[in-house]
């Protein structure tokens, strides 16, 4: 069953702690991305990334990190630099970046919040 | 450069009456269009998408879009709600080689 995959569903973090939030694709997409979204508001990118050990900053990258490893995988972490992390985070894959008719597909996404 | 502004926050309609969600676009090249729906707490799901082909999109569970370059639009309509599509909608624009730009979005609310 192919599609993008988003651990963990609900994420409790510290003040002070870094957490990372888990995607992986098995859709063979080169281009992965990181959204964050804000109640009543829409979706902000936060990194994106074209192909494996390559990545870009979105319009909302301070205190986030990413890694790319492989293909599938583009794990995102939140640090502690990041002052408001409290939101809904949604990976989503497309074909690729260079294209204008490619289609983003979403994961189900991961809910942080800071106690 | 590229935005969307989508001309309602929220919308209201009574169930079996039709749905209009509007759409204008900005983008200094041929843009894909699409739309996207979110149902609480769940990712987005694919609706329809232009993609300079026909101006007249179908998409699923009954929706559609008219592309209208003149008017730089992208309304999104079904014929008669159902109480399931009750969501947030996103009008999502992307022009050759640039990153996808989202619309704030649309709450629809659909009364029995």
């Known amino acids: 069953d192919g599609g993008i995959t988003q651990s963990p569903k609900y994420l409790f973090r510290k003040e002070g702690q870094n957490v990372t939030l888990s995607c992986e694709q098995n859709l063979n997409h080169d281009a992965m991305y990181w959204y964050r979204q804000d109640p009543g508001q829409g979706l902000r990118l936060i990194y994106y990334s074209q192909i494996v050990n390559d990545f870009q900053k979105g319009d909302i990258a301070e205190g986030y990190s990413v890694s790319r490893e492989k293909k599938e995988s583009f794990p995102l972490t939140v640090t502690s630099a990041q002052k408001n992390p409290t939101a809904f985070y949604l990976c989503?894959?497309?074909?690729?970046?260079?294209?204008?008719?490619?289609?983003?597909?979403f994961g189900p996404g991961t809910r942080l919040t800071v106690l | 450069a590229q935005s969307v502004t989508q001309l309602d926050s929220h919308v209201s309609v009574s169930e079996g009456t039709p749905v209009l969600l509007r759409c204008n676009y900005s983008?200094?090249?041929?843009?894909?269009l699409f739309w996207y729906v979110q149902h609480p707490n769940k990712g987005l799901q694919l609706l329809l998408k232009?993609?300079?082909?026909?101006?007249l999109v179908k998409g699923i569970n009954g929706f559609e879009a008219e592309f209208k370059k003149s008017e730089t639009s992208f309304h999104l309509t079904k014929p008669s709600a159902h109480m399931s599509d009750a969501a947030e909608y996103f009008c999502?624009?992307?022009?050759?080689?640039?990153?996808?730009?989202f619309g704030p979005g649309t709450r629809l609310s659909v009364l029995p």
């Open positions: 232009y993609t300079s082909a026909a101006t």
């Open positions: 999502v624009v992307r022009g050759y080689g640039q990153n996808f730009v």
């Open positions: 983008s200094s090249y041929s843009p894909s």
């Open positions: 989503a894959s497309s074909e690729r970046t260079s294209g204008s008719t490619d289609t983003q597909y």
